[in-house]
C-alpha cells in the first residue's frame, strides 16, 4: 500500500514540475513590427505575437522586429540579432522591478519605459550596459566585441577593463571581452571600420529604418555611410544645375531670331554685286560710246544732263553754218548786181 502511495506522489511531483515553467513562462511583452523573418521560442513571431519571460527572440539576416514591454520600455532587434528576455519581475504600479536582457549578437535599439532606470540591465559578452533613463543603439559582434552609442540620457559601461560614462548625446565606446576598451567619444562613420562589420549599427547609418517614435532617435552624421547616400547627390544639389541646363536653350534662341534676318539682305545691296553684267539689260549701257558722238549722258532721274548741253551746242554750231550760207549767197548776190 505504502509503495502505491509513493508511487502516486512521485507521479504527482513529476507533473507538477514539468508544468510549472509553463505556468512561469508570462507575457512581458508584445510585437508591434515584424519584417521579414523574426522566431521566437514558440515559432515564427508576427505582429501583436506575445514575447516572455526567458523567450530567445531571433531574426534573419534581412529580419527586424520591434517589441514594447509592459511598462512602456522599447526594444527593436536589427538584422542578424540574438536576444533572450533573462529577467522580468513585474509590480502592479504599470513598472518593473527588474528587468534584464542578454544580448548574444546582433544589433538593437532601446529606449526606457516607466520604471526605475535601476531596473534595467543589458549584459554582453563584453561587459554590462546600466541603463541612466536612456535611449541608445548598441551592437554586439561574433567575437563578442560590442559597441554603444548615446542618444539620449546617460549610460554606464563595466566590463574587465573598467566603466567607461557616456553622457554626451552621440558618444560612443567600444569594449572587447578581453577587456581593452575606448574612451568616450563621439562616433562617427570610421566605427564601421573598427567593428569590422558594414552592416553594423544598421538604425544609425538608415539601412534598416524604424517605425514610430522609436525611429525618431537616429543621426550622429552616421546616415552617410548608407550605400544609397555615399555619393550624397541629395535633391538641393540636384536642384542648382537645373537653371544651368536651361541657360544653354535660352543662349541658342538668340540666334536663331537672327538667322532670318541675314538672308532677308538681297545680294544687289552690297557694292561688289552691283554691276555684274547679267544683273543690268544691256540697252543701259549706250550712254559711254555716246561721247563719241559729241552727245551728253542722261542722268537716272530721265532730266536732260550733259546730253541737253550738247544738243544746244550742236544746234547753235548748225545755226552758225546757216548764217555763213547767208551771208556768202549775200555777198555773191552783191557781186553779181555790182557787174552788171
Same mark, same amino acid.
Given at each position: 500500500m505504502w509503495g502505491w502511495r509513493s508511487v502516486s506522489v512521485a507521479t504527482l511531483c513529476v507533473a507538477l514540475n514539468g508544468a510549472w515553467p509553463a505556468l512561469a513562462a508570462e507575457?512581458?511583452?508584445?510585437?508591434?513590427?515584424? !519584417?521579414?523573418? =523574426?522566431?521566437?521560442?514558440?515559432?515564427?513571431?508576427?505582429?501583436?505575437?506575445?514575447?516572455?519571460?526567458?523567450?530567445?527572440?531571433?531574426?534573419?539576416?534581412?529580419?527586424?522586429?520591434?517589441f514594447v514591454f509592459r511598462d512602456g520600455t522599447k526594444l527593436a532587434v536589427g538584422w542578424g540579432s540574438s536576444v533572450v528576455i533573462d529577467k522580468y519581475v513585474f509590480d502592479d504600479s504599470q513598472s518593473v522591478k527588474k528587468l534584464t536582457i542578454r544580448a548574444a549578437k546582433g544589433t538593437f535599439r532601446w529606449v526606457s519605459g516607466n520604471s526605475n532606470s535601476s531596473a534595467y540591465q543589458i549584459l554582453t559578452p563584453a561587459g554590462t550596459i546600466g541603463v541612466r533613463g536612456t535611449a541608445f543603439d548598441f551592437y554586439v559582434g561574433r567575437d563578442g566585441t560590442t559597441a554603444i552609442v548615446l542618444l539620449n540620457g546617460a549610460a554606464r559601461f563595466c566590463g574587465p577593463g573598467g566603466c567607461r560614462q557616456l553622457q554626451?548625446?552621440?558618444?560612443?565606446?567600444? *569594449? !572587447?571581452?578581453?577587456?581593452?576598451?575606448? *574612451?568616450?567619444?563621439?562616433?562617427? $562613420?570610421?566605427?564601421? *571600420?573598427?567593428?569590422?562589420?558594414?552592416?553594423?549599427?544598421?538604425?544609425?547609418?538608415?539601412?534598416?529604418?524604424?517605425?514610430?517614435?522609436?525611429?525618431?532617435?537616429?543621426?550622429?552624421?552616421?546616415?552617410? =555611410?548608407?550605400?544609397?547616400?555615399?555619393? @550624397?547627390?541629395?535633391?538641393?544639389?540636384?536642384?542648382?544645375?537645373? $537653371?544651368?541646363?536651361?541657360?544653354?536653350?535660352? @543662349?541658342?534662341?538668340?540666334?536663331? !531670331?537672327?538667322? $532670318?534676318? !541675314?538672308?532677308? +539682305? $538681297?545680294?544687289?545691296? +552690297?557694292?561688289?554685286?552691283?554691276?555684274?553684267?547679267?544683273?543690268k539689260p544691256h540697252h543701259d549701257k549706250p550712254d559711254r560710246p555716246d561721247k563719241h558722238d559729241g552727245h551728253g549722258r542722261h542722268d537716272d532721274d530721265g532730266k536732260p544732263g550733259n546730253h541737253g548741253l550738247d544738243h544746244r551746242g550742236h544746234e547753235r554750231h548748225h545755226d552758225r553754218d546757216r548764217d555763213h550760207d547767208n551771208d556768202r549767197n549775200h555777198d555773191r548776190g552783191h557781186n553779181f548786181n555790182r557787174g552788171r
Open positions: 507575457p512581458v511583452g508584445q510585437a508591434v513590427v515584424v !519584417k521579414t523573418q =523574426v522566431t521566437g521560442q514558440s515559432g515564427p513571431i508576427e505582429v501583436d505575437t506575445r514575447v516572455h519571460r526567458n523567450e530567445r527572440i531571433k531574426t534573419s539576416q534581412s529580419g527586424l522586429g520591434q554626451q548625446r552621440c558618444d560612443c565606446v567600444v *569594449a !572587447k571581452p578581453n577587456g581593452d576598451m575606448s *574612451a568616450a567619444r563621439r562616433v562617427d $562613420p570610421s566605427i564601421l *571600420a573598427t567593428l569590422g562589420n558594414q552592416r553594423a549599427l544598421p538604425f544609425l547609418s538608415g539601412n534598416q529604418r524604424l517605425a514610430g517614435g522609436i525611429g525618431m532617435l537616429g543621426g550622429c552624421n552616421m546616415a552617410s =555611410v548608407a550605400p544609397e547616400r555615399k555619393d @550624397r547627390t541629395r535633391p538641393p544639389p540636384a536642384v542648382a544645375p537645373a $537653371p544651368q541646363r536651361q541657360d544653354p536653350p535660352q @543662349r541658342q534662341a538668340e540666334p536663331q !531670331k537672327e538667322r $532670318p534676318n !541675314k538672308p532677308d +539682305k $538681297p545680294h544687289h545691296d +552690297k557694292p561688289h554685286h552691283d554691276r555684274p553684267h547679267h544683273d
